[in-house]
């Protein structure tokens, strides 16, 4: 067991996390403890399993050895306690998934309307702020096919925080987009982890990590290879996979 | 103006498209004459059609016997439905028109060649009927007219209350047509064996379209079910009924339904109901079932990322979707069902087609086959055409802004 770095008790506990698809072994074994406030950045050559992990976080994937709790509730197959941990943890996606046939405001005012049954003023007046921190309040408006790739990926995350959540996910949520619009996203990202935001990332954007990361876990083969702070992981990477992979990402 | 700020471009370098406006003539040389051989195929294929034409006009004009028809219109219309109980009939046609008028007023913008010749088509129908059927269609033209007004007026107000009207028109159709009670109550009963005629084919259609449509997306959602039992019932019962003729299911209904039910006498038109809504929601599930294959697992996931249940996710997110991308392999179901209809004569039921049969039974009118089956098919083509411009319109609307 890692000793905590933070003061309070840890909101995401994973314990020998096992994960199989068919007769692949797709994660084997995922230690990992995140607190509250803590900005977690998972980074690793394509099929490590990270993907796959943060999935695992709100049973879009299910896992099939090991113990996950999510904000104290333990993940098993209780349908209500799936969706009492998906109400608490928001998720961005690489491919946006925004529901095409609704504007952008009913995106994200739809679950906080149905799930959290707030009247639809509240969820718009809350939507409408969400909008303007997100930088496009403009758009509300608007279909998603209407958007830029930048603007559809913020929307999706006000869509996530428009359920007030205390964990969000991000799974690659910048490899979707055209370079000129990563900065955007990843702008307001930053933004979300400086007002306390607990966050897991999947990315491969170094910048980003050395300037908001807290804890950095290197993925390889289903494994964590390597975690550490982004001083560590960057200058004084322990292993020889880290040292590789690192040199190959930076490198141009 | 400097290189380095970016400006918006000057009306000059903005040019509008080249337009495509041509003259009849223009267009005639561009579409049909546009090389020899084009012209050659033109004139051939006109030839073909004006003599084709001529002699169907001929017959038309000056040899058929359109009497057949005028003197049976009440009997291709209703059937044998009672002359006393005629007026709820006109009465479902008028509210039918108030809420078309409605309808089109608040959401078919753009279309005013339709709404033209829609509206004005009882008055032109109202000046080949005679005595009742005239001033009924009058009062249906003008109700047509008034909710197209009313519309126009009040629009947005009535948009709840025109939804509404459609939901509720449904069983007050059929609350109508059918009644209640004995001679003496204000709605007397009409027994279903009295139905027929077009009334009764657009009743099957109708019921038909009301009923498989929740069944058959229940089906298909069945049968994408993540439990294994339902799963099997639902392709087993999916398969079964497209394995089997329409024919073979309206028999079934007709005589197997009394067996299976003993004691219980269910309604001959009730029990061809429930044969066409059942035939039909097989098809319904699997033309669902394509539209629920074609969106992507990203939609699923993102809903149930926000914590979602299933049939939170189904309705709001997975079938509005999904039936938006099947509507015009829908439409073509319905207007399938609309002719299957025409099958409940060989069970003895008096529909649009058996009334024909009938029609050309009677003695004064032996062999005149050609007049009726024109007619009946101008009826079922008028009827078809109407559903599919319907969807098309619906469709064009659905995708606005995507």
């Known amino acids: 067991m890692t000793e905590p770095n933070h003061s309070t008790d840890p909101i995401i506990i994973c314990r020998d996390v096992h994960k199989w698809y068919g007769h692949y072994h797709a994660l084997r074994g995922i230690n990992m403890q995140v607190h509250k406030g803590e900005v977690v950045v998972i980074f690793g050559p394509s099929g490590s399993g990270k993907s796959t992990f943060i999935r695992t976080i709100n049973r879009l994937e299910e896992h099939q050895r090991g113990e996950i709790i999510v904000d104290g509730i333990r993940l098993t197959h209780d349908v209500r306690d799936i969706e009492r941990i ?113 966050m897991m990332v999947v990315t491969h954007e170094m910048g980003f990590a050395r300037a908001v990361a807290d804890t950095m876990y290197f993925f390889d083969q289903g494994q964590i290879v390597e975690s550490g702070t982004p001083e560590q992981i960057f200058g004084d990477p322990k292993e020889a996979r880290t040292k590789l992979f690192l040199s190959q990402i930076l490198s141009h | 103006m400097s290189a380095s700020t970016p400006s918006l471009p000057s009306r000059a370098e903005v040019l509008p ?4 406006r041509y003259t009849v003539l223009g267009w005639l040389r561009k579409n049909l004459f546009s090389t020899w051989y084009n012209a050659l195929l033109t004139v ?106 009313l519309s126009r007026w009040r629009g947005p107000q009535l948009q709840r209350i025109s939804i509404i009207g459609w939901v509720i028109y449904f069983p007050l159709v059929i609350l109508l047509i059918s009644g209640f009670g004995g001679a003496n109550s204000p709605l007397p009963l009409v027994p279903t064996n009295l139905w027929g005629g077009l009334l009764l084919t657009l009743l099957l259609t109708v019921v038909g379209i009301v009923f498989s449509f929740p069944l058959g997306v229940l089906l298909a959602l069945g049968r994408q079910s993540s439990l294994p039992i339902v799963r099997a019932l639902c392709v087993i019962y999916i398969e079964v009924i497209r394995g089997v003729p329409l024919i073979t299911v309206l028999f079934m209904a007709q005589l197997m339904l009394p067996l299976f039910l003993p004691g219980v006498t269910i309604d001959r038109v009730v029990r061809a109901m429930a044969g066409i809504v059942l035939f039909s929601a097989a098809y319904l599930a699997e033309n669902v079932r394509g539209g629920l294959q074609a969106i992507p697992r990203g939609q699923y996931e993102a809903a149930r990322a926000l914590g979602l249940n299933t049939w939170k996710m189904m309705l709001l997110i997975i079938l509005p979707q999904a039936l938006k991308a099947v509507i015009p392999i829908l439409v073509g179901q319905f207007i399938a069902l609309f002719k299957d209809t025409s099958l409940v004569v060989i069970v003895g039921l008096l529909d649009l087609m058996g009334i024909a049969k009938a029609v050309l039974a009677q003695p004064d009118f032996l062999g005149l086959q050609a007049e009726v089956y024109l007619f009946v098919a101008l009826i079922y083509g008028v009827f078809c055409y109407l559903m599919s411009a319907f969807s098309q319109r619906l469709e064009a609307r659905l995708s606005a802004g995507r």
């Open chain 1, 86 to 198: 998906r109400m608490e943890t928001g998720m961005v996606f690489q491919q946006f998934n925004l529901f095409p046939h609704l504007t952008v405001i009913d995106n994200i005012t739809l679950a906080p309307i149905w799930v959290r049954k707030w009247s639809k003023a509240q969820a718009e007046e809350i939507g409408m702020q969400l909008l303007k921190r997100v930088g496009i309040p403009e758009q509300a408006r608007k279909y998603p096919g209407q958007l830029s790739g930048g603007q559809q990926q913020r929307v999706a995350i006000a869509r996530a925080l428009a359920m007030q959540p205390k964990i969000m996910l991000f799974d690659e949520p910048t490899s979707a987009l055209d370079p000129e619009m990563i900065k955007e996203v990843l702008d307001v990202m930053t933004e979300l982890a400086d007002s306390g935001m607990t």
């Open chain 2, 17 to 20: 498209p080249p337009t495509e």
């Open chain 2, 44 to 149: 051939i294929f006109g030839v073909i059609v004006i003599l084709l034409l001529r002699s169907v006009v001929e017959w038309a004009l000056t040899q058929a016997r359109w009497e057949v028809i005028t003197a049976n219109v009440r009997l291709f219309m209703v059937g044998q439905y009672p002359t006393a109980a005629t007026w709820r009939a006109w009465a479902c046609v008028v509210l039918l028109a108030l809420l078309i008028g409605l309808s089109w007023g608040i959401w078919g913008r753009n279309q005013r060649a339709g709404a033209i010749a829609f509206g004005a088509l009882p008055f032109v129908l109202a000046t080949l009927a005679q005595d009742e059927a005239r001033i009924a269609l009058l009062i249906t033209g003008v109700a047509g007219v008034i909710g197209f007004a």
